[in-house]
DNA sequence: CATGATTGGATAGTGCCACTCTCCGAGCGG
DNA sequence: CCGCTCGGAGAGTGGCACTATCCAATCATG
């Protein structure tokens, strides 16, 4: 198909895919003639894969062409390009050097070697996601709310269980190819799921608790959406 | 304090302080004179919390006013002020309308319809989180991915989890005016928590199943993280 | 009272990022 | 031959979170 094929069926304007391409997000076209290009169902598939992973994984546009070239890099085997397609992605800005010598920042990371010992994990602290998480338990001491291993404990227990789920998810995912492919988008994509769905349970729960109202019908204030 | 050394204190610029203030993120000082005021203690906290979901959290600058806004909204009870509060947070950009006619959103909101009654869950459609789950099983939809009500499920279950773990930190906390800061906060601040540890725990059991190195000591090269 | 520094407020500018517009020459179809 | 589309490249746009600059009032000091 061409280019405005390729526009039409992804819903995804011509100005973008060529900017994409231009970025090496989009692997070039077969060129047919000195100015045509045809692409395929697989271009397709994965324009579809970066405007998911940029929309709803918010990824930037330099980490999804480090992601993907990993994806794609035939010089290493799958496992290196699963560890360092899943290890470029991102959570949040980088904090600066200057934390370290902060002692909300060393004391959040005691708090995450407690609990990592404490779940039994290997976790290399040069782990990105590590990072991200030093910082955010920094972020919260810093603000006096509760961040000690026993707070956090469950979120490791849960977070144990989520990694089979997930897994077991990947592992039925039948081609090779497909499947590295496979780990990187449900990685990215089922975390707004995750974050949807506790915020949900936060309302549910919350009302389960505090309903002052009728026990099954009545629609109960507490954190309901009031929204608009 | 003055602005500078609330400035000092916090670690932010004046410049950004000065801007805060001007986007209402941040409540006007107590003017001691025509050209000066002061700042106290809570000022500092306010500015943390802030910075703090501006920068860890992701929050945009206007829908942190908005947040912090019905935070501080005395005409609203406490419930409504969270439901407001936690109701304004966003996930991710609002879809676009055409997707309401698109059959992967409507396979979505079916599937999503089905996963809430499963959970035995009374969610309204107008929760924006709903919202941003719909985008999500959609897009996962449109890639061919699983997603359907049992890929789901256990997401839900664990999600109920958190929301009891999440409640009970709440309830921890003691002043209610802390504590309606405290389910905003602890809401938006616990996602990169969350988010980092599933992706430790991806890392750990692709070791645990994978691994061919020994079973201990080993640093197995599955999901390693090859970073730099 | 003179004077230089500081403060807080307003305005305009910066840098980044994800596009998006505009132009261009090459080709294809009738 | 001629109007059209195609693909490529560079510059421009808009949004956002700051940030630099300017200004007048005021404070500390001699």
Redo the contacts between chains.
């Keep these: 198909m061409r280019l405005a094929e390729l526009s039409e069926r992804s819903g995804v304007s011509t100005a973008t895919i060529k900017y994409y391409l231009r970025e090496g997000l989009l692997p070039p076209g077969e060129r047919v003639t000195a100015t045509q290009s045809e692409y395929n169902e697989d271009h397709l598939?994965r324009l579809?894969?970066v405007r998911?992973l940029i929309?709803?994984g918010?990824v930037p546009v330099a980490t999804a062409r480090e992601v993907l070239g990993a994806v794609d890099d035939n010089a290493l085997d799958m496992?290196?390009r699963?560890?360092?397609a899943?290890?470029s992605?991102p959570?949040?800005?980088p904090g600066r050097p200057e934390e370290a010598e902060d002692p909300h920042v060393r004391a959040a990371r005691e708090t995450i070697d407690g609990l990592l010992a404490e779940l039994g994990?290997?976790?290399?602290p040069?782990?990105?996601?590590?990072e991200?998480?030093v910082?955010?338990?920094a972020?919260?001491r810093?603000?006096d709310?509760?961040?000690d291993v026993a707070?956090?404990l469950?979120?490791?227990r849960?977070?144990?269980?989520?990694?089979?789920?997930?897994?077991d998810?990947i592992s039925?995912i039948e081609a090779p190819v497909t499947q590295l492919e496979?780990a990187v988008?449900?990685?990215v994509?089922?975390?707004?799921?995750?974050?949807?769905?506790?915020?949900?349970?936060?309302?549910?729960?919350?009302?389960r608790?505090?309903s002052t109202g009728g026990e099954g019908g009545a629609?109960a204030?507490?954190?309901?959406?009031?929204?608009?």
Tied chains: 1, 2.
Aim: hydrophobic share 45%; aromatic share 6%.
């Design positions: 598939r579809r894969l998911a929309q709803v918010r496992d290196e699963l560890g360092v899943v290890g992605l959570h949040q800005a994990w290997h976790a290399r040069s782990y990105p996601a590590a991200s998480l910082t955010a338990v972020t919260l810093r603000l709310y509760p961040c707070s956090l469950p979120y490791g849960l977070a144990t269980e989520l990694a089979v789920s997930d897994l998810m039925a496979a988008a449900l990685t994509l089922y975390e707004p799921v995750l974050l949807s769905l506790r915020r949900m349970a936060h309302a549910e729960e919350s009302r608790r505090y629609p204030k507490q954190a309901g959406p009031a929204n608009g």
